[in-house]
């Protein structure tokens, strides 16, 4: 027996005595079909084997029925948790979840959009701070646009609109909030001298920190003479190097606040590897509170952001009708800080501990 082509739409259509056109409607999931039609068609198609046709993929799980998730990198915990929450709330919506990831090529976030909105997933999420340049304005505006008019819908998760009357839903936590509440802890614990480590100019999620950074240490009288932002980037390399230089060149500083956790997880282990303790010489604090925070040596004072939450408010705030979606289409979700034991005194400011009526030398 000849081996047999790939079957053609009008062979599902023959099959299930209905027109090509139904077979369409049926299998992109747009239009309203009469529940036995739709039956019909689904098992045509399916004994035809019609599936490696792209109009048959929600057979398996795309289509509509599928959210996708475009993430900077796999193994970032903060993105970790983000991708965690959207593929529970696309499973309690009956949705699956595809993840990709970019390793921050906006070619490769490009190519990934055109393919999700190609297999016709219904919501595409990226995830994560970026650069806001013009390239990026341009970039999302056309995925918002393309991706309407395939009847999905694009969410920018931790990311900003370019303008708020594209048809994207935005979902972010306040990222100056939570640094202005952070640096406040460290100056009330006496600390005047913060480093900010692992700017990165450009990048949405840093400078809103490094924005909260400046705006605690104003609201302290501390002119901008007292700022000190290093921008190495993230990342738990970046923050061991620049803890290591920072470390050889002055020992002015008390506290260094870091841009995420992974970054402090740099900075302790520098500290340690100078012979130095946290907190006793210097104070470190980190932003995202990932699992591990809590067993870093020593535990560490960091602000949590719901990033669990992020992904999940992303998909159940854009699978709304539109005009169910309450205005404005940007929600943004708080932050708080979690103490913990790698805050302290500044050795200044600090009480001597007295033993047997006597201070130590």
Do not use: W
Request: with cysteine.
């Amino acid at each position: 027996m000849a081996a047999k082509g790939r079957v053609t739409i009008r062979e599902v259509a023959d099959r299930a005595g209905v027109s090509p056109a139904t077979v369409s409607r049926v299998l992109s999931g747009n239009y309203p079909v009469p529940p036995a039609t739709r039956t019909r068609v689904l098992r045509a198609a399916q004994s035809l084997d019609y599936v490696a046709n792209a109009h048959a993929r929600a057979l398996v799980g795309g289509g509509r029925s599928m959210v996708a998730v475009v993430l900077r990198q796999l193994t970032s915990p903060f993105y970790a948790q983000v991708a965690e929450g959207v593929e529970a709330e696309a499973s309690d919506h009956g949705r699956l979840c595809l993840v990709g990831s970019t390793g921050g090529d906006p070619r490769r976030e490009t190519e990934l959009v055109q393919l999700m909105r190609e297999e016709g997933a219904g919501l595409v999420i990226l995830v994560g701070g970026i650069v806001e340049d013009d390239a990026y304005r341009e970039r999302v505006t056309r995925y918002a646009r393309a991706l309407e008019a395939a009847g999905s819908r694009l969410v920018l998760c931790g990311r900003p609109s370019p303008d708020p009357e594209l048809p994207a839903v935005v979902v972010e936590f306040d990222n100056e909030a939570g640094a202005r509440a952070l640096t406040g802890h460290l100056l009330s614990a006496g600390h005047r001298r913060i480093v900010f480590l692992g700017g990165l100019p450009g990048n949405t999620a840093l400078d809103a920190r490094v924005a909260g950074y400046r705006a605690a240490l104003a609201a302290h009288g501390l002119g901008p003479g007292s700022e000190h932002v290093i921008d190495c980037g993230l990342g738990r390399g970046a923050g061991y190097r620049a803890t290591t230089e920072l470390l050889g060149r002055r020992s002015d500083f008390t506290a260094v606040f870091a841009g995420d956790d992974m970054v402090a997880a740099g900075a302790l282990r520098a500290v340690a590897d100078a012979g130095l303790r946290v907190p006793d010489d210097i104070s470190v604090v980190g932003y995202n509170d990932i699992p591990l925070a809590q067993d870093f040596d020593p535990p560490l004072t960091t602000v949590r952001t719901p990033a669990e939450e992020l992904g999940r408010a992303a998909v159940r705030l854009a699978l709304r009708e539109p005009d169910e979606l309450p205005a404005p289409t940007r929600h943004v979700l708080g932050t708080h800080i979690v103490v913990r034991d790698s805050v302290a005194a500044p050795a200044a400011h600090r009480e001597p501990h007295i033993t047997g009526g006597l201070a130590p030398a």
